[in-house]
């Protein structure tokens, strides 16, 4: 199994677990994860209004895995005009949002890891060298 294969058999499981298996032991498969929690957030639209929440999300890849989240689960990420691309809006309703923002936070946790550990092997491949920390430098000599 290669790198690949093993982030997205990690964000699966991820996905697996914020799914509420039914019963002790069960054993889901993704796409039965994902089947339900769209039955939840749906429930969620059911019993609720949904309204306009604002997402600010920095980083680029965090962005599009958010975007791509949502829309997994049905729900069209939009922004306004003249809005950063930094922006993402969506119509969802609060116990919704209660739900998809720590599932987003532990896939976020899994993708950022993983894109730390390509990139330090491309840089020690590149340069044949591991990426080092900074040299932190006293302050106060250089005052004197």
């Given at each position: 199994?290669?790198?690949?294969e093993?982030?997205?058999d990690?964000?699966?499981?991820?996905?697996?677990?914020f799914?509420?298996p039914?019963?002790?032991?069960?054993?889901?498969?993704?796409?039965?994860?994902m089947?339900?929690?769209?039955?939840?957030?749906?429930?969620?639209?059911?019993?609720?209004?949904?309204?306009?929440?604002?997402?600010?999300?920095?980083?680029?890849?965090?962005?599009e895995?958010?975007?791509?989240?949502?829309r997994?689960?049905?729900?069209?990420?939009?922004?306004?005009?003249?809005?950063?691309?930094?922006?993402?809006?969506?119509?969802?309703?609060?116990?919704?949002?209660?739900?998809l923002?720590?599932?987003?936070?532990?896939?976020?946790?899994?993708?950022?890891?993983?894109?730390?550990?390509?990139?330090?092997?491309?840089?020690?491949q590149?340069?044949?060298?591991?990426?080092?920390?900074?040299?932190?430098?006293?302050?106060?000599?250089?005052?004197?």
């Open positions: 199994m290669d790198d690949i093993r982030m997205v990690r964000l699966r499981r991820v996905e697996a677990l799914a509420r039914g019963t002790p032991g069960e054993q889901l498969a993704a796409e039965k994860a089947e339900r929690i769209k039955e939840r957030l749906a429930g969620f639209a059911a019993n609720a209004e949904p309204v306009e929440y604002r997402f600010t999300i920095h980083d680029q890849w965090s962005r895995l958010f975007r791509a989240m949502l997994r689960y049905g729900i069209k990420p939009y922004r306004y005009h003249g809005q950063r691309r930094t922006t993402i809006l969506a119509m969802i309703t609060k116990k919704a949002n209660d739900e923002w720590p599932e987003f936070l532990e896939l976020n946790k899994v993708l950022q890891a993983y894109l730390n550990e390509v990139t330090s092997k491309v840089i020690a590149a340069w044949s060298q591991a990426p080092e920390e900074d040299d932190e430098r006293d302050t106060k000599a250089l005052e004197a």
